[in-house]
């Protein structure tokens, strides 16, 4: 099996792109996109990190 070099900066460009389309689609249909976070648990310092 050959090693192979990912070009990291192209690979996040991409998705970049791709993503930035699927928002404006979602925009367009009049919904806001947003970003939710679910804390398990009763954990105190882990609810410095959300």
């Known amino acids: 099996m050959t090693a192979q ?3 990291g900066e192209l690979v996040a460009a991409g998705i ?3 993503l930035a389309g ?3 689609a979602l925009i367009e249909r009049g ?3 947003g970003l939710g976070t679910v804390l398990v648990g009763d954990d105190g310092p ?3 990190y959300v």
């Open 22 to 24: 699927r928002v404006q």
């Open 5 to 7: 070099v990912l070009d």
């Open 46 to 48: 882990s609810a410095n």
């Open 16 to 18: 970049k792109a791709d």
């Open 31 to 33: 919904i806001t996109p």
